[in-house]
């Protein structure tokens, strides 16, 4: 089992940028992809970014593209997401997540084994 903590959260205005971080712990971090995924109040869980267990492969979400970075830092047990340009409709709770058993780009949330919290991205516009 993986614990997941995020943080970075926050009131960000549009245009600006937040760096959400999510730190694990229990199995070996480099041995799964990590995602992040999102849900916004009254709407269903969204796919945002998934990373390879190296860091070597990313893919994000069109609604996020060029905006949007995600990263790891595997002697860290840590994953980011860089969020830059960011839009009113990019507020929702973030949520990362350990995938159960693949080192590879998986984007179906039942993939994912392990979950964090969330933390509370708003942009106001």
């Known amino acids: 089992q993986v614990q997941l903590v995020e943080s970075g959260g926050g009131l960000v205005q549009a245009g600006g940028s937040l760096r959400l971080s999510c730190a694990a712990s229990?199995?070996?971090?480099?041995?799964?992809?990590m995602g992040w995924f999102r849900q916004a109040p009254g709407k269903e869980r969204e796919f945002v970014a998934v990373?390879?267990?190296?860091?070597?492969?990313?893919y994000h979400a069109d609604s996020v593209k060029g905006r949007f970075t995600i990263s790891r830092d595997n002697a860290k047990n840590t994953v980011y997401l860089q969020m830059n340009s960011l839009k009113p409709e990019d507020t929702a709770v973030y949520y990362c997540a350990a995938a159960r058993w693949s080192k590879g780009l998986v984007l179906v949330a039942d993939e994912f084994g392990s979950w964090g919290q969330g933390t509370q991205v708003t942009v106001s516009s």
């Open positions: 229990g199995r070996t971090f480099s041995s799964y992809a």
């Open positions: 990373i390879n267990w190296s860091g070597g492969s990313t």
